[in-house]
Nanobody
């Protein structure tokens, strides 16, 4: 499956952004979809995941209550609504397809990443 993430940009602290990821090349509902993020010199970290049906989600504690993951199986897209953004949310955000897990190893397919910068 091929993944294309988009929607990153520069936003002030307290603002919001919506990331999207378009999937193609395989049956979208075969996969849970996750969002991860990475900053220079650090390991890629889990942000959120959503099961194939959209009925179950898991969030990292650092984003719980601020971020919402959703998916549209008719359009083969997964979204990440990010509200109340903080400077520490600055990172390259990656979407991924795989198992309903919160670790990098659970995902076999990755998008190219989209940069989110939150200014203080």
């Amino acid at each position: 499956v091929q993944l294309q993430a988009y929607g990153g940009g520069l936003v002030q602290a307290g603002g919001f952004l919506r990331l999207s990821c378009a999937a193609s090349g395989s049956t979208f509902t075969n996969y849970a979809m996750g969002w991860f993020r990475q900053t220079p010199g650090k390991e890629r970290e889990f942000v959120a995941t959503i099961a194939w049906s959209g009925a179950r989600t898991i969030y990292a504690d650092s984003v719980k209550g601020r971020f919402t993951i959703s998916r549209d199986n008719a359009k083969n897209t997964v979204n990440l609504q990010m509200n109340s953004l903080k400077p520490e949310d600055t990172a390259v955000y990656y979407c991924a397809a795989g198992a309903y897990r919160s670790d990098v190893a659970g995902y076999a397919y990755w998008g190219q990443g989209t940069l989110v910068t939150v200014s203080s």
